[in-house]
């Protein structure tokens, strides 16, 4: 879990009071609390509202909108590809009472991060840039109009629309322009929304996803274009719950199957290595509807791991996955081993985010799927505010 992170998943908490809070231009009663001058805090039901809730909604100290998508030649060759876009409040809202009467241009309590990369898995070359600006001066930030939301980082986009989503980013070595059509209507995790991260009500985040996104557009690697066609997933998430105590960091899944169904999936690893009661996960149907997935109701062994050269941390890089309520298996192998992501320029963290393949059974007939993993918290304990 998002896309850290990714990072891309887990975040920071707070404290109370009655009221209904606006946040980010939507009104949300009845499922956030609030303490004297602080961080909002998710503590219930989010009860999401189309297109209002694709934008930010600042009040909450982290955010993310992430894509991931694996992707296909004309000459069949396979690329995977990744663009977050975070955005870190630096101190609650109210806090703004001490600025001067006139504040500066440049002051703001919004700054946003975005991490670009692409796999070229014939080449075992895994690209990756990140991007970072104060939401000032039109440096970055996200717009609404009508029915279009903007997320966007300098040059670099995301935009959602009804019936589509267009991403957009250049870096020196690599870029994308891609289109994305949902084939199924985006989805609630957890309970409407409120997905638990820990043992309190408010270790949690309001988490949503487009599980299954056809794909199309062009990737470029050094001075080539290549057009390119496949699938892509999305998420959006927001939170401020810090990891709870105890908890390393998080193994975060996302499989598109051949039957056309999908399944995302996260850890929450603890300092012993078992896991945190809850890790959970939703199991979505092939019609659209969704299934939870209990912290007991799926296995994740892991079956080989490869030692990063750059930072010296060991990742897992095959797994064996089991859910007996949907009789399924798959053996999950990384496309690529090396798709590390070294942000520290930016989110100050190091992280494993890659492109997947998966073979296996379902009711004992063959299944294959791709998608992407997301690993924080192996080189260190992830503690970073996001």
Not at 53 to 68: A, I, K, L, Q, V
Not at 245 to 255: A, T
Not at 290 to 295: E, F, Q, R, S, V
């Amino acid at each position: 879990m998002k896309r850290i992170i990714h990072t891309g998943r887990m975040l920071f908490s707070l404290g109370l009071i009655f009221c209904t809070i606006f946040a980010g231009g939507g009104i949300y009663p009845g499922r956030l609390t609030v303490s004297a001058c602080e961080f909002l805090s998710v503590e219930g039901p989010c009860r999401f509202s189309f297109p209002a809730d694709h934008g930010s909604h600042p009040g909450f100290r982290t955010e993310w909108w992430y894509y991931t998508g694996n992707l296909e030649s004309d000459d069949r060759k396979t690329y995977g590809f990744q663009l977050t876009f975070f955005r870190i409040q630096t101190r609650p809202t109210c806090k703004s009472d001490d600025w001067p009467e006139r504040p500066s241009a440049w002051r703001t309590n919004q700054i946003y991060f975005a991490h670009a990369a692409l796999t070229d898995v014939a080449a075992r070359r895994h690209h990756q840039a990140q991007a970072a600006a104060r939401n000032a001066l039109g440096m970055s930030g996200v717009s609404q109009e009508r029915d279009r939301t903007t997320i966007f980082l300098k040059k670099w986009q995301a935009v959602i629309e009804p019936g589509q989503q267009l991403l957009a980013a250049q870096a020196p070595d690599f870029g994308f322009e891609l289109q994305l059509s949902p084939l199924k209507p985006p989805v609630a995790h957890g309970r409407d929304g409120y997905s638990r991260k820990g043992s309190s009500p408010n270790r949690a985040s309001c988490y949503y996803s487009f599980t299954r996104l056809a794909t199309e557009g062009r990737i470029r690697i050094g001075d080539k274009a290549i057009p390119v066609r496949g699938l892509s997933w999305m998420d959006h998430e927001y939170s401020t719950a810090l990891l709870e105590p105890g908890i390393v960091g998080w193994d975060w899944f996302s499989l598109q199957l051949s039957d056309q169904t999908e399944v995302m999936m996260f850890l929450l690893r603890k300092a012993d290595g078992t896991r945190h009661p809850a890790s959970s996960g939703t199991m979505v149907l092939s019609s659209g509807d969704t299934l939870p997935l209990g912290h007991d109701q799926f296995s994740i062994q892991v079956q080989d791991q490869w030692l990063s050269p750059a930072t010296g941390t060991r990742y897992p890089v095959r797994w064996n996955i089991r859910i007996p309520d949907f009789d399924l298996e798959l053996d999950v192998r990384s496309a690529v081993a090396d798709q590390e992501m070294q942000t520290q320029a930016t989110t100050g963290v190091v992280y494993w985010e890659g492109s997947v393949t998966a073979e296996g059974t379902k009711h004992d007939r063959p299944i294959s799927a791709k998608g992407y993993v997301e690993m924080t918290g192996y080189g260190k304990k992830f503690d970073a505010p996001m």
